[in-house]
């Protein structure tokens, strides 16, 4: 007959405390500490250092630790190792801050150490929303996407208005109308058997983001009898939701 296993006592833990098996230094200054049951915890030689201090030992090999310890040692390498993938979001392209701290959520919830690490990238100039800002604007105008565009997706982003002008400030007035004027061409090769072609190519423009000093420069361009009026209601429409966008 199979033996049944006796239950602890009530009061006493049935799980014994995390044992520290070794503690060894790694090449980019980190700690691994590892666990008898096979547990490996990442660490920064500064949270390794400062948890010592606050649990007055050493982590020697055979230091059994303590609950507040054990805890605190689990948040600290939960921390080091969302600190490193914001270092690995960070060094495949830039992030704004909103969709880094997005992606870091997804992965680490609502980490009580999330701030700070964001806090940490902005001031070691690792993450700013003002790098992004311009690269993104530079990206956008090599593929032909208007000021509009630019500034309502920077705004999905989380970039401050005041940084959005700045960004957007940046390339020529003359760099956004060859960006309209070859979007045109791009365009008129689909609408030029249209009945009407040089609507479908205001329209065209429109939804990809430009402004309406950029088509009506266009519009004159293409067509010396196209006129736009102040008045004309596609100057007033607002501007359209993300989904709205000519992808």
Known sequence: MAKRKTAAPSGIASAAPPVVAALQPRPDGTW???LTDGQVLKLGSE???ALQQAAGLRFAPETSLDPATWAALQQQAQAHALWEKALALLARREHSRRELALKLRQRFGNHPALDDCLDKLSH??????QRFAAILVQERLRGLRGPRWV???LGQKGVAQ???RQALA???PQAWLDAAQARAQTLWRKAQHKPQALLALRQGLFRAGFAA?????VLAHWSTAATSDDTDPLWEEELPVADNFEE
């Open 32 to 34: 691994l500490l590892t």
């Open 47 to 49: 949270a390794l250092e």
């Open 124 to 129: 070691k100039n690792l993450q700013s929303d």
């Open 151 to 153: 500034a309502h997706e």
């Open 162 to 164: 005041a940084l959005i």
């Open 170 to 172: 940046q390339p020529s």
């Open 213 to 217: 000093e950029h088509i009506q420069a």
